[in-house]
């Protein structure tokens, strides 16, 4: 019984310390929007991948590098790029999937005594599913991306690097194009 218990105990001391030592979680955001327009008239606009810069306030530009590959502009300071690839795009169900192949480190800092690089979004193995559906004479249009915070190592972790600064940041991003899209589509 005693070396029952040894084990209970030391049991509950290293599960909280692997949890803690495993890195970053992958986190999730997912937004929906209400687009008083047809389906196919939303998804003409939003299928486009060389598109982006039609409906989001924060592309200045969208390259197409190849049929799956796009780098995208961004209208901010230094103007940082993103490059995506489309993994899959579907007109009879109105969706595609795409992830992120590379970005733009905007600045870099010394953290811990290491090089740190801030890259044009807070995330790492960003990937992102998008789709278009008739609901109730319009459009229900859906941007959900998975993703880790770009710091990959254990805490501490620099300032804007965090789990909740990713999770911002995406949102952000989303809802930005999402609320853009239907002011567009709405018209």
């Given at each position: 019984m005693k070396k029952f218990l040894h084990v209970i105990a030391a049991m509950m001391i290293a599960v909280p310390i692997l949890a803690a030592a495993h890195g970053p979680s992958r986190q999730m955001v997912e937004e929906k929007i209400?687009?008083?327009?047809?389906?196919?008239?939303?998804?003409?606009?939003?299928?486009d991948f060389d598109g982006l810069h039609k409906w989001h306030p924060?592309?200045?530009?969208?390259?197409?590098?190849?049929d799956k590959t796009r780098v995208l502009t961004l209208a901010s300071e230094g103007n940082p790029t993103i490059t995506e690839e489309l993994e899959s795009c579907n007109d009879e169900k109105m969706t595609f999937v795409y992830k992120i192949i590379d970005m733009s480190?905007?600045?870099?800092?010394?953290?811990n005594s290491v090089d740190t690089p801030y890259f044009t979004l807070p995330v790492a193995n960003y990937k992102s599913w998008f789709s278009v559906k008739a609901v109730d004479g319009g459009s229900e249009v859906k941007w959900k991306g998975k993703f880790y915070r770009s710091f990959m190592s254990n805490p501490p972790v620099p300032e804007g690097q965090s789990d909740s600064d990713a999770v911002d940041t995406i949102k952000a991003v989303y809802t930005s194009g999402l609320e853009n899209l239907k002011t567009i589509m709405e018209k």
């Open positions: 209400f687009i008083n327009a047809a389906p196919d008239k939303v998804w003409a606009m939003v299928k924060a592309v200045a530009s969208t390259e197409l590098k190849d480190v905007v600045k870099t800092i010394t953290f």
